[in-house]
């Protein structure tokens, strides 16, 4: 706990939180929604394809959408940190960030299994998997699940009162 | 005119509900505003990187099919986004950041039309895996992801530039 007020207070958290700066809480949370755009986005026109919505579009070359969606994953995790440092202490102790970090964690997953279940040589690419589909259900439920958390979270902590710049 | 449907609309039971009538109408619908958002960008964002020539392997036509759902997404922003409208009109209604963010919205609605007015749709339809749009067609989807994320933009200051929550 002493660590978390520490990282609360140090001049990084103090700045995010507190300078009025354009480039401070205002950026990072800016940049936050769009790496959300960017996996949550992807992810969801993926698994649409995979559940047989748009048949005609071919797998394999989904394929190269998802290095994309891990610069959106890492675009997220580190706006995501700095977020968290501005509010450590109430962050951390919240189950309702936990069970955010847990789904992410979760959603994580089910994309690198279904991109393994995607483009394993053996799979002809087209005719998709029971696994496949049912990963596929399980990444749409986890990103809402967990955009639901995440903009609950934004209740919590000291940041919730930002409000106008000057 | 604006002004008027503002007062209207602050007298309406939804603006009641939003205001905090129904707690959880507000939290609800910032949830359902970004899911909207990540099917709209997701979709269209897919659509434009392909025309710019990313992933190439997917024919258009069938990519197209994914449309509706990026509509789907568009409609689920702009019914939440008219439920943030009524619970507070007048935090918006002279909010310079908040009209930068419905401008944004009608060029992008713009772009739209003139991909299907001048027929670029249809042209675009016919490209095939592995081969390029016309040049127009990479403008039309580079202006796309630009207005797109410029609306997420403005939509992110509206706290922090705008004053309004």
Not at chain 2, 104 to 121: K, Q
Request: aromatic fraction near 12%; hydrophobic fraction near 55%.
């Amino acid at each position: 706990m002493n660590l978390l007020r520490a990282i609360e207070a140090s001049n990084f958290s103090v700045w995010v939180r507190e300078s009025g700066s354009i480039w401070s809480y205002p950026t990072i949370i800016f940049f936050h929604s769009v790496g959300l755009a960017i996996i949550v986005g992807l992810s969801t026109a993926i698994d649409l394809r995979v559940l047989g919505f748009a048949p005609g579009v071919p797998v394999a070359p989904l394929e190269k959408l998802f290095p994309i969606m891990w610069v959106g994953f890492w675009v997220n995790a580190v706006s995501g940190l700095f977020l968290a440092m501005a509010d450590a202490p109430a962050m951390v102790t919240s189950w309702l960030f936990l069970l955010k970090m847990a789904i992410i964690g979760l959603a994580v997953i089910t994309m690198a299994s279904l991109k393994r279940e995607l483009f394993r040589p053996t799979t002809s690419g087209d005719a998709l998997s029971r696994a496949a589909k049912a990963l596929a259900v399980m990444s749409l439920l986890l990103w809402t699940g967990a955009i639901a958390a995440g903009r609950l979270t934004a209740y919590l902590g000291p940041s919730a009162e930002i409000k106008g710049l000057n | 005119m604006v002004r008027s449907l503002s007062i209207w609309l602050h007298g309406t039971s939804l603006s009641w509900a939003a205001r905090g009538g129904v707690p959880w109408l507000w939290p609800l619908c910032e949830t359902l505003h970004f899911i909207g958002m990540a099917m709209l960008i997701g979709i269209v964002g897919l659509l434009d990187l392909r025309m710019l020539g990313l992933v190439k392997g997917v024919p258009l036509r069938p990519l197209q099919r994914l449309i509706p759902w990026g509509v789907a997404g568009f409609v689920i922003n702009l019914l939440t986004g008219i439920t943030f409208y009524a619970g507070d009109p007048f935090q918006y209604l002279d909010n310079t950041v908040f009209w930068l963010k419905m401008g944004f919205i009608a060029l992008a609605g713009v772009n739209v039309l003139l991909f299907y007015a001048t027929g670029l749709s249809r042209r675009v339809d016919e490209v095939g895996a592995a081969e390029e749009v016309p040049r127009a067609a990479r403008a039309v989807a580079a202006a796309s992801l630009l207005l797109w994320f410029g609306v997420m933009y403005w939509g992110r200051m509206l706290p922090f530039l705008g004053g309004a929550f």
